[in-house]
């Protein structure tokens, strides 16, 4: 912080942020999705009107996120793939580990989490998933309600996030 104005000071990102930014969203969008091949460098150098060693450091950038991978080479460049929660489980562990969190209180956090994440990822009824008409049939999900993610997946996840 500037003492004299008392002001913060403002960090402008990088081009190369900016550009992994606007790919990221493509990809969460589903603009760009799983198994897409992207542009070749020259189209989206000119695209995003960036130069090569910009564009290599967006790519390093969603590379090191999981979001592409890059292969060198004749038959290369840049593929989506979906995100592994790997990533996600790395950076909690850093941050938990600069934090200086004990592997006690981790357990600790799990242990009052587990029980409430395991009920909601229970299959249950619910009301707003059944038709009027059903009569015996309440509390059976309608065709097609949409419910993301699925039981399993959304235990899935969850589990993944409490470990």
């Not at 000071?9 to 942020?17: D, I, N």
């Not at 909690?92 to 357990?107: H, K, P, T």
Request: contains cysteine.
């Amino acid at each position: 912080m500037n003492t004299i104005t008392n002001v913060s000071t403002v960090r402008v990102p990088k081009a190369g942020e900016m550009v992994a930014s606007q790919l990221r969203r493509q990809i969460v969008l589903g603009e760009l999705k799983e198994g897409d091949q992207l542009p070749p460098e020259s189209v989206l150098m000119e695209q995003f009107g960036v130069s090569r060693p910009t564009l290599r450091e967006a790519f390093r950038i969603l590379e090191a996120e999981g979001a592409i991978t890059v292969r060198r080479g004749v038959r290369g460049g840049a593929r989506v793939q979906a995100p592994d929660s790997s990533v996600a489980a790395r950076q909690v562990g850093l941050l938990l580990q600069y934090r200086g969190a004990l592997l006690s209180d981790v357990y600790e956090v799990r242990a009052v989490l587990e029980p409430a994440a395991a009920r909601m990822t229970a299959p249950r009824p619910r009301w707003w998933n059944c038709s009027p008409e059903a009569g015996s049939q309440r509390g059976r999900p309608r065709a097609g309600s949409p419910r993301w993610p699925p039981g399993p997946a959304r235990h899935s996840l969850i589990s993944v996030l409490l470990l």
